[in-house]
């Protein structure tokens, strides 16, 4: 993953936002979701530099791009991806996204009425409610949390992120979704973009989905203690025409449990 490089910069709002693209073909754009970075998407996105136009970002506040003291919430980040798909100028990409990024996702085509040739959501964040215990905690403790010791910080961030994988995940292979939110401004990032989840950004637009433009599939790992697999049932049923698949023996970051099951069902699908 070390060559995971996001060589470009776009400027949304006088903030810098790293995104590359790479391959030849129809545009296929990858949205990540949080605490992640778009190198979720490291074993995923090269399966399909030979048939399509692969498109990959960092949300403002993530990984390689700017981490501003400002809003990163849900209420921004879809007014970046608009803003990318006029830069890119995209009129109808197949969109992946996962997490955070599925709630993305869906207010760009529900809010911002962008459309899409497909979606393919994966453990999204789409529902009410939704955090974890952690997550309801920071919110209420921000200024304490953003002040631990690096030392501290450094067990916190680990600890948290390993809770969306199944499997054993060895420290090399989950540094580089640790690093972005280690020292300053990573640290303080980390906290504020917690502190800035509002259920009020899934609770705008979570009715308008049975008026979805575009075919859904919906990929949820059957072992995720972060959201539930019910909750991915309930938004099928939510989305007419939607094809739901469950997969095993993964958590919540299927990239990195199954990223097999997500390439055969983009495949497929795409």
Not at 145 to 171: K, N, T
């Amino acid at each position: 993953m070390t060559d995971w490089l996001l060589d470009q910069v776009f400027d949304f709002n006088g903030r810098g936002v790293r995104h590359a693209v790479r391959g030849d073909g129809p545009p296929l754009v990858f949205v990540h979701g949080t605490p992640f970075s778009s190198c979720v998407w490291h074993r995923i996105a090269p399966h399909f530099y030979k048939t399509h136009r692969v498109h990959c970002f960092d949300l403002l506040g993530y990984g390689q791009s700017e981490q501003p003291d400002a809003d990163v919430s849900l209420g921004v980040q879809n007014e970046l991806l608009a803003q990318l798909l006029d830069h890119w100028n995209l009129q109808r990409p197949d969109v992946v996204a996962h997490d955070f990024g599925g709630a993305t996702a869906l207010r760009t085509h529900l809010l911002n009425g962008k459309d899409y040739r497909s979606l393919t959501l994966i453990d999204p964040v789409a529902l009410s409610p939704w955090g974890s215990p952690f997550v309801r905690h920071v919110r209420q403790h921000e200024a304490a949390f953003s002040g631990l010791p690096d030392y501290i910080q450094q067990a916190v961030v680990p600890a948290y992120i390993r809770g969306a994988v199944h499997r054993d995940m060895p420290d090399r292979e989950l540094a580089p979704y640790v690093q972005p939110w280690l020292g300053d401004p990573g640290q303080a990032a980390f906290y504020r973009q917690i502190a800035q989840m509002d259920e009020r950004y899934t609770r705008e637009v979570q009715d308008l989905y049975p008026t979805i433009r575009c075919p859904v599939q919906i990929l949820w790992g059957e072992d995720d203690q972060w959201i539930p697999i019910e909750r991915g049932r309930a938004l099928h049923g939510m989305i007419p025409g939607s094809r739901f698949h469950a997969i095993p023996n993964a958590g919540h970051l299927v990239q990195e449990d199954a990223p097999e099951a997500i390439v055969a069902a983009l495949l497929r699908f795409l």
